[in-house]
């Protein structure tokens, strides 16, 4: 699938959650214009792909792949269940017949492992199957440096975004096993209190910090785990706090007022957001899954918005040319809104 690389950026206000009902009136597909990104995780190459006539329908001008892309996990030198999960999909996107550009980060199931971080001894492998499968030019820094972190900056008419996407796998220390699990909240992993830990490793938090150094107007980050949600004890930033800590306060630092996360992995989409001790914006949407639904019972969510959504999902940004605003939206199989919120350029 080739990867197109844009640029661009843009400030912005928070104004609030419009609803479902109103955006829907608002932004009818056949009298958009402007500029129009997709996000969403979670394809299982084994597993029927309806979610994307919909998609097709949007026109995307790019579409963010968070993650678990394919499910490969391989313990085999040979990687074998991951190549052969590439080859499939491959074959998938063939038939789909996708007509836009796609960006990409990996999670733990295209990386290789289960919950997998740095003591997964393939990852080198897998990296280049990735790399691969994803048709990175062997010009790009990624195959030069260790992990696939990266940005793109996208412009339109004037403005410009730029789009932050983290390898939460590459450096990623060992996470703490739950003390009780299966309990809600500790269903798998309790947060450390060590602070030595690390999420990104310092060689991608200099590149980080060197980026949050542009003097931008708006800015995405691309998480495949869930930053800013705590409650539940799945894999997130908030079982390695100190490391989650950091980064909220490089963006309480930075020169936007208003920072957006997007995140996948989850099996299930929902809104969340933060304000930081000088009263900056975070918000994020999680986007997942593409084709892989869990019915799950309602989490803790003291930071979300609204429920989660456990059916097919994807996401889509909207930067609407007539009206000067962005919306960002988690939309169903049908590609009706579930949850919504919007900003605005100054």
């Known amino acids: 699938m080739p990867v197109i690389k844009i640029f661009f950026i843009i400030t912005i206000i928070f ?33 029927a792909m309806p979610i994307f006539t919909n998609i097709k329908s949007e026109n995307f001008d790019l579409f963010l792949m968070m993650g678990d892309n394919v499910y490969g996990n391989s313990i085999s030198k040979d990687l074998k269940e991951l190549s052969a999960a590439y080859d499939k999909q491959k074959q ?13 980060i990996w999670d733990d199931n295209d990386y290789g492992l289960g919950d997998g971080g740095k003591e997964y001894h393939l990852k080198e492998k897998s990296k280049e199957l990735f790399l691969d499968f994803w048709d990175i030019s062997v010009n790009d820094a990624r195959r030069q440096r260790n992990g696939l972190y990266h940005e793109i900056i996208k412009e ?35 947060p450390s209190l060590d602070s030595s830990l690390t999420m990104l490793g310092e060689e991608q938090w200099r590149w980080l910090i060197q980026k949050f150094s542009k003097k931008t107007d708006y800015r995405f ?10 409650g539940h004890g799945w894999e997130c930033w908030n079982n390695l706090p100190y490391e989650r800590q950091r980064l909220i306060d490089l963006i309480d630092r930075s020169n936007i007022d208003h920072t957006v996360l997007l995140s996948g992995d989850r099996h299930r989409g929902g809104f969340y957001q933060l304000k930081t001790k000088s009263n900056k914006i975070i918000s994020e949407m999680t986007s997942s899954s593409l084709n892989v639904p869990y019915s799950n019972p309602e989490e803790p969510g003291p930071l979300r918005i609204g429920s989660t959504y456990s059916k097919e ?10 009206k000067d605003t962005i919306m960002v939206m988690l939309k169903n199989i049908k590609g009706e809104v579930v949850n919504s919120f919007r900003l605005e350029s100054k």
Do not use: H, W
């Open 313 to 322: 999902n994807y996401g889509v940004i909207q930067l609407d040319d007539l």
């Open 156 to 190: 339109y008419k004037g403005r410009s975004m730029q789009i932050l996407f983290l390898d939460t796998r590459t450096f990623r220390d060992n996470l703490m096993p739950s003390d009780n699990r299966g309990a809600i909240g500790k269903e798998r992993y309790i």
């Open 15 to 47: 104004t609030g959650c419009s609803s479902n009902k109103e955006l829907a009136k608002k932004t009818p597909l056949s009298k958009f214009n402007g500029l129009k990104i997709g996000f969403a995780s979670c394809l299982n190459q084994d597993k």
């Open 92 to 104: 998938n996107f063939n038939k789909l017949n996708l007509d836009f550009p796609i960006e990409a």
């Open 221 to 230: 980050i691309v998480s495949s785990i869930q930053f800013l949600a705590i």
